[in-house]
């Protein structure tokens, strides 16, 4: 059985979708689950967590309908703005919603490097565990240093990072992206995603030698319990086709045992995402 922990969908906006660069053009449309679901039927894809891409609230909505029509969405990790003062009250509106596991913010985005630290971001993140929700952390390496404080602030709470913390792969960093990631890693509540590094490597060039320091170093890290496959589908399509990020998965897999890759290709991610 394989979970895919880590994908998006889109109805493409050039204004709302501005992230998408000149060198990012094949992803400028609009990706729905019928796509995906072709993937998965190719590649043995079981289900998948859909992650939010735009921050609204209306992007909850736009997820849980697909997953209502979709039975392989089996969970969402939507947006809610944790510096608002009725964050207690969303929380519990979204508590209803059982698809809804978790949240993320796009803290990559963010040029405050200490924004997870900030006094309203850090109340409203106290509201999560209570509720059951998960956290996705998605940062650039030099926002990492704040992500240790943050973590261990909130020892009950369940945090995953997001594509190994985007190391800058294509410019062959490492150590310092090493150091983060060793330190946060001894923090039992956080989890790491085997994802999105196709994207962080150069787009034409990358092989697996590319990446395999990394993903040694995140296994050393986080352990076979606590690491999970994703595929950051479609994003990934600017680099290689959903069975080239897959390819990358199971030969990191073959170093695995056999109880070990069940941990990583669903176990896991049903765990920390409570999924059905």
């Given at each position: 059985m394989i979970i895919d922990s880590h994908q998006h969908f889109w109805k493409y906006e050039p204004v709302k979708h501005a992230w998408i660069s000149d060198d990012?053009?094949?992803?400028?449309?609009?990706?729905l689950p019928e796509m995906l679901k072709k993937e998965y039927d190719t590649h043995g894809i079981d289900g998948c967590v859909a992650v939010q891409a735009d921050q609204t609230e209306e992007e909850n909505l736009f997820l849980l309908e697909l997953a209502q029509k979709n039975n392989f969405i089996k969970g969402i990790v939507g947006w809610?703005?944790?510096?608002?003062?009725?964050?207690?009250?969303?929380?519990?509106?979204?508590?209803?919603?059982?698809?809804?596991?978790?949240?993320?913010?796009?803290?990559?985005?963010?040029?405050?490097?200490?924004?997870?630290?900030?006094?309203?971001?850090?109340?409203?993140?106290?509201?999560?565990?209570?509720?059951?929700?998960?956290?996705?952390?998605?940062?650039?390496?030099?926002?990492?240093?704040?992500?240790?404080?943050?973590?261990?602030?909130?020892?009950?709470?369940?945090?995953?990072i997001d594509h190994i913390g985007k190391p800058?792969?294509?410019?062959?960093?490492?150590?310092?992206?090493?150091?983060?990631?060793?330190?946060?890693?001894?923090?039992?509540?956080v989890w790491c995603k085997i994802s999105g590094m196709i994207t962080e490597a150069d787009f034409n060039t990358w092989d697996y030698q590319d990446l395999e320091p990394y993903l040694n170093l995140v296994l050393e890290s986080f352990g076979p319990s606590r690491i999970m496959y994703g595929s950051d589908w479609p994003v990934c399509l600017v680099a290689g086709q959903y069975g080239a990020v897959l390819s990358v998965a199971k030969r990191f897999a073959t170093d695995l045992s056999g109880i070990e890759q069940d941990l990583f290709w669903h176990k896991n991610a049903k765990e920390f995402y409570n999924l059905k």
């Open positions: 990012m053009q094949a992803i400028r449309q609009d990706f809610v703005d944790f510096q608002s003062t009725d964050i207690d009250e969303k929380l519990s509106f979204y508590a209803e919603e059982e698809k809804i596991k978790g949240f993320r913010h796009i803290v990559q985005g963010e040029t405050d490097p200490n924004f997870l630290l900030r006094a309203a971001f850090f109340s409203g993140m106290g509201q999560l565990s209570k509720h059951g929700f998960t956290y996705d952390i998605l940062v650039f390496p030099h926002q990492m240093g704040a992500v240790l404080e943050f973590v261990q602030a909130f020892p009950d709470q369940k945090f995953v800058y792969i294509k410019d062959g960093f490492f150590a310092g992206w090493a150091n983060q990631m060793r330190a946060i890693g001894t923090c039992k509540n």
